[in-house]
């Protein structure tokens, strides 16, 4: 069944990455013109994944991640339009040069092939990834989590109908329905017939897709993002962030899991976070110090929370005596993903974004804005945290290749 639905991206790939720009345009505006009118359905849709995950007892922050609403799905339609308005990477030259011997080597961009994506249960994810994949000329097989399936299932059925009105084949997005690991597993077995496999979720997931893949994978990160409040920090500022950081959606990649406060600010700046915190009943992960000041409420944190994404109210916290315990703990325990200090020191940020090796480094901002939409990019297919091909939110050209063309008349060597 996988295999099947593997080869039926392929076969229609051939005809999608010759497609103009006008064609995949035309089939992602009437893809967002689909979402906006079968609102209704796709609420139906969403709201029977949404009970059945409550019963089976999914927590209230994955939830958030799984529902959608009337504004979501006028954000997924405004994301597909904006992606059908972005240049096209297709063809496009990187440049070109003249050899001595008068032949011209020009650089050129071009799809992938066919993209299988195996991911959690967010249904955005399906609409931004269908929009990704089109206008970059590439087939998409996708593999979503059990607890989205039934919206996933119409979102990918108003999306093989656009296709098919624009005069594309509507294999060029192909849904696996079969939410059985085996699926997964086969997928990631299909050399030949995937070129390029993204996985999208939490650490295990991630971590079983690059360890048994025989595809080629393109690692997006889980997130187990800090803030650093240094001690020439703006505290009304830093707890500002914090509590963003934290509790603006707990649930995504990008949300903080760990803060880390230096020393001599520390009996200051912890109630003042505790009290940002408060009203979204954060629970607090700490170190014997940090527990020592904030007292009732805290728990002794384990070495298991530094490391933990823990996709909810929970948050890890640790005093460390300045810059190099907080950039030593960041690189023991962090993702690669995003990392955030708050400080008016200029040197202590310039020494901070150099020695932190992630793909998202924060001065003063929130840790919440990794993200394709926010950085100009229409939307992601997920947030890269390796460093081969491309790092970071990735968009429209993350999904493409090279080639060279070379142009003579007749030159031998």
Partial sequence: M?????????????????????????ALEEYAKLLEENERRIIEENKLDVDAARADGMTESLIDRLMLTPKRIAGMAGCVRNIAAANDPIGGSDGAIRHPNGMTITKRRTPLGVIGIIYEARPNVTADVVALCVKSGNTVLLRGGKAA??????????????????????????????????????????????????PRGGKGLIKSVVENAKVPVIETGWGNCHVYVDDE??????????????????????????????????RKFLPMAVKGLAPYNVRLHCCPESLAIIGAGAVLATEEDWETEYNDFDLAVRVVAG????????TKYGSGHSEAIVTERYLTAKHFTERIDAAAVYVNVTTRYTDGEEFGLGAEMGVSTQKLHVRGPMGLEALTSTKYVIEGNGQIR
């Fill in 149 to 198: 399936l039934r919206s996933n299932v119409i979102l990918a059925d108003l999306a093989r109908s656009a296709l098919e009105s624009a005069g594309l084949p509507a294999d060029c997005v192909c849904l696996i329905t079969d939410n059985d690991r085996s699926s997964s597993v086969e997928m990631m077995g299909l050399s030949g017939l995937i070129d390029a496999l993204i």
């Fill in 233 to 266: 920090a703006d505290l009304a500022m830093a707890e500002r962030i914090v509590t963003n950081a934290k509790c603006s959606r707990p649930s995504v990649c990008n949300a903080a899991e760990t803060l880390l406060v230096a020393r001599s600010i520390a």
């Fill in 323 to 330: 810059l190099d315990e907080a950039v030593a703990h960041i």
């Fill in 2 to 26: 996988v295999a099947e639905l593997a080869k039926r991206c392929k076969t229609a790939v051939g005809m999608l990455s010759q497609a103009d720009t006008g064609m995949k345009n035309k």
